[in-house]
């Protein structure tokens, strides 16, 4: 059943089917896209549809009712398709020329199922390489696990299995490869086939943008503007790239950060080297192919749900015949077991279907041998992709994250050749192989050749290169560290030492960058595009040996050699400001690009005297190490560091450690002892509400609190007698009410009991209220 | 070598000398250019004929004319310009220089083959 249309074309009425019609539609639009650079395309064009209007007639004339799909069919063979044209130029050599030469099992396969005159371009070319294709008689959703399965040739359902243990990710892959990748049953109406090229008509640097417009058909500068957006965002400023970012992934980026950040440039890059020119017309011809518009993605899509659906159907058929079955009999059950196989595999099926009859038992066997190798084989694949895999996402992070630094390059590396070997170093050892084994992986799985042996030797020296850049820079770097400077202590007068009670904070209203991606420390923060501040301190507390506070840095600095270092040290300036009790602590040691960062830090120590309070609040500079070994008497006085070589041994000791554990907003008392804990800021408070401090708060206005106890204990008294009276007054009513029962209405039994059992619930509601409330407070 | 790749190059390189002729003879509609070729045993595809006629028709070889038909729209009927008689004359006297140096060339091969076959003999 068929419908049929009248169309006017080229000045006559033809009746045609509708999907004759299609296929006219499609044929002409691939002949405009054939002649496109043509000079007289539009009268080509038109003269061959005058002919096949021509041709159309001649057949209704012969007593055709209406154009069907197969006159159609034969009108454009005759005609010839635009892939013919390229292939003979002109000329047919033998009618046999155009027979399809058979290839590999699995597109012989294709051919014969699927309705053989589509088909028959399209496995035109013998030597055609092996290619992922969709796999249409396989398919469960869009072929696209089964296609890959067929390349890979094992079994589907492990590509599934695959396919479901990373879900997540894969499903916007799924949904591009079924788009993107042919399907076996691809109509070949006029040789039109869909490929991914590299359009070089059009083309300002490679041609992908151009040749990504025409397979998606839109606009270039669409797709210009999309590669370049991001890319000039990230110049411009480059920490808002995880904008996109749609869960929390701290050291890993993910997808949506690559696609529109510098990952642009790389997926260009990759683009470049995978994808082929577009070279004769029948490249150009793939390259734009079937339109994608929303209209045949609809159908795609919809043919494949209905295809779906069906199967899910035959599939729960299944299922439930083999439970009837293991209910039944054996045999029943045997037969199902294959049944099962079947909605995994329908090869399995078609073998094992011959094999059922004769000998059931040696093909239950073969099923579970087949089984236990194709889940070993699954095994060994998974494990090889995931370390694969895995090795590769950590290369790009590290380039990613090397990439990002970028910017802070000039803080650390000197000019020259540390800094030629650094970019050599991200780009060479890191970014050559990316690119390398990406490619490789695409052009496999586009079944391209491979790379010619100038590329892959040009790509191993790159990366013997970047090898060599990688040891310079690392070399050179340890160099400009190698040495540390002669630390002195400084006192740093303060105005108010005899204080009782000192905090040590952030300066107010300071911006602390806090950045998920990449913790750069000691790069903490950076102000402007001039200086960084890293906030390289640590803070020791200690005894004072008089009633003042008292406090004393010390400056350390890495450098090249020891006068450096001990110039680096002496530029570090740091501002420690007293306001009352607040002590504020300088943002952090300014870093400019000339000085270079040398593992500038400083060490603070405070003397606090006995019986006076301090606190270091957790606000701001939360890297700070604090230091206060043996509760601060191990150090015992502040001299205790009598020679200025044994700070680097104070700075490299682990801090923090076990002994005493000092905690961030919590005020401290120093004692004779050491220092003891006192209060804790609300943050903390909450986990201990209720012992030590909390409670003398309610010392003040306990007084009133018991008198309101009292009170309610007296009304919980009144309740409980209200309710049983409440209880007795209803037994007794409910006896007599049993005598009448006959006589009343049912209606009427349940409106009075449920107005008592509401009564009673209020009773007991305000009790349990009660009950709650004295629970409180006799705690 | 590839044969087949020559002999279609062979065959291109004769291709619109062929139509040329059988234009020059009189006025004639596309398909039965097809028609009279696949009389001569060459086969070409309407859709490779229309963009050839077409190329001629702008380098100012070709003219069309319309006729009307007894049915249907008027059909494009090809017909030679001076300009094309000339040009075909200059193609047809290369042709004729070309199939006797051709025909010398293979006669000779041919016959030095056969020589020394009896020779052999």
Not at chain 1, 83 to 111: L, P, V
Not at chain 1, 512 to 523: A, L
Not at chain 1, 618 to 633: A, H, L, P, Y
Not at chain 1, 724 to 749: A, F, G, H, S
Request: aromatic residues 10%; charged residues 25%; contains cysteine.
């Amino acid at each position: 059943m068929n419908k049929v249309i009248n169309i006017n074309f080229q000045g006559r009425i033809l009746p045609i089917e509708e999907q004759a019609y299609e296929i006219l539609k499609q044929y002409i639009e691939s002949l405009r896209v054939y002649f496109e650079n043509e000079e007289g395309r539009d009268e080509i064009i038109n003269d061959i549809e005058c002919r096949i209007a021509e041709l159309c007639e001649d057949r209704l004339k012969k007593g055709t009712v209406c154009i069907a799909a197969n006159d159609i069919d034969l009108i454009i063979t005759s005609i010839g398709r635009p892939a013919d044209f390229e292939a003979q130029d002109g000329f047919e050599q033998s009618t046999a020329a155009t027979a399809h030469n058979s290839n590999d099992g699995r597109q012989q396969n294709a051919q014969q199922n699927t309705s053989g005159n589509n088909n028959s371009n399209f496995y035109r070319d013998g030597n055609r390489p092996k290619r992922l294709y969709r796999d249409e008689q396989n398919k469960v959703l869009g072929g696209v696990c089964s296609g890959i399965a067929n390349y890979f040739v094992i079994e589907p359902w492990i590509v599934r299995i695959l396919w479901i243990f990373l879900i997540g990710v894969n499903i916007l892959a799924y949904l591009i490869l079924w788009i993107a990748v042919p399907s076996t049953s691809i109509k070949e109406v006029g040789g039109v086939r869909k490929r991914l090229f590299r359009d070089i008509d059009k083309k300002v640097i490679g041609g992908v943008a151009a040749g990504l417009s025409k397979y998606f058909g839109i606009q270039v500068w669409i797709v210009r503007i999309l590669f370049l957006i991001p890319f000039i965002r990230f110049v411009v400023n480059f920490r808002h790239m995880h904008l996109f970012q749609f869960w929390d992934a701290p050291d890993f980026p993910n997808f949506l950060d690559i696609t529109f950040s510098p990952g642009a440039v790389f997926i260009y890059i990759v683009l470049w080297l995978v994808l082929p020119e577009a070279k004769t017309s029948a490249d150009k011809l793939e390259m734009v192919g079937e339109k994608v518009d929303l209209n045949s993605i609809k159908n795609t899509i919809q043919n494949d749900m209905e295809g779906f659906s069906k199967r899910a159907q035959s599939w729960g058929s299944d299922l439930y015949n083999r439970n009837k079955g293991t209910n039944n009999s054996n045999e029943a059950s045997e037969s199902n077991l294959e049944g099962t196989a079947t909605t995994h595999n329908q090869d399995a099926n078609k073998s094992s279907e011959n094999h059922r009859s004769t000998e059931n038992r040696k093909g239950f066997l073969y099923f579970i041998g087949r089984i236990i190798t194709v889940c070993i084989k699954g095994f060994v694949y998974f494990i090889l992709a995931i370390v694969g895999i895995s090795l590769l996402a950590a290369l790009f992070g590290i380039g990613v994250a090397a990439t990002a630094l970028l910017p802070l390059k000039n803080f650390l590396i000197e000019d020259g050749a540390q800094t030629w070997s650094a970019i050599g170093a991200i780009l060479l050892f890191v970014w050559v192989p990316i690119i390398g084994i990406v490619t490789a992986v695409i052009r496999k799985f586009a079944g391209l050749k491979k790379a010619n042996i100038w590329v892959r030797s040009s790509f191993i020296a790159l990366w013997v290169l970047g090898w060599v850049c990688i040891f310079y820079f690392g070399s050179s770097l340890g160099n400009s560290f190698s040495r540390h400077n002669l630390p002195a202590e400084q006192s740093i007068a303060l105005t108010n030492p005899k204080i009782d009670y000192v905090e040590i904070t952030a300066a107010p209203k300071m911006k602390y960058y806090e950045n998920n991606w990449f913790q750069f420390e000691p790069f903490q923060g950076f102000a402007d595009e001039d200086t960084v501040y890293v906030r390289n301190l640590r803070i020791r507390i200690v005894q004072s040996l008089n009633d003042s506070f008292q406090v004393k840095i010390v400056k350390l600095s890495n450098g090249k050699t020891v006068q450096n270092a001990n110039d680096l040290a002496n530029k570090i300036n740091f501002e420690l400001t007293q306001q009352d009790s607040l002590l504020y602590l300088d943002r952090g040691i300014g870093i400019n690009k000339i000085d270079k960062f040398r593992n500038q830090h400083i060490i603070m120590t405070i003397a606090v005297p006995i019986g006076k309070r301090i606190k270091i609040t957790n606000k701001g500079w939360s890297q700070t190490n604090v230091n206060i070994n043996g509760r601060g008497m191990r150090t015992g006085t502040i001299d205790r560091i009598s020679s200025d070589e044994n700070w680097y041994d104070e700075w490299n000791e682990p801090w923090d450690n076990e002994s005493y554990q000092y905690e961030r907003g919590v005020e401290y008392k120093m004692t004779k002892t050491g220092l003891e804990e006192l209060r804790r800021d609300r943050d903390f408070k909450t986990m201990e509400d209720s012992d030590g401090s909390s409670s003398y708060d309610k010392q003040e206005d306990m007084s009133d609190k018991e008198i309101q106890l009292q009170k309610l204990k007296e009304e919980r008294e009144a309740i409980k007698n209200d309710i049983k009276k409440l209880k007795e007054e209803e037994l007794q009513k409910e006896k007599t009410r049993v005598v009448k029962v006959n006589d009343l209405k049912k209606d009427d039994i349940g409106n009075s009991n449920l107005e008592k059992m509401n009564k009673i619930g209020k009773a007991a509601g305000k009790l349990s209220d009660l009950q709650w409330v004295l629970d409180r407070f006799t705690h | 070598m590839d044969i087949q790749n020559t002999q279609s190059q062979m065959r291109k390189g004769v291709l619109e000398f062929c139509i040329l002729s059988i234009i020059q003879q009189g006025e004639v509609y596309p398909s039965d250019i097809v028609e009279k070729m696949k009389l001569a045993n060459l086969h070409i595809l309407e859709g490779t004929l229309y963009p050839l006629l077409t190329r001629l028709k702008n380098a100012g070889l070709l003219n069309y004319r319309w006729v009307e038909s007894i049915s249907g729209p008027p059909r494009k009927y090809f017909v030679m310009t001076e300009e094309g008689k000339a040009a075909f004359a200059v193609l047809l006297q290369t042709w004729k220089e070309m199939t006797t140096a051709v025909d010398q060339l293979t006669q000779e091969k041919t016959n030095t083959a056969e020589n020394s076959n009896q020779a052999v003999s």
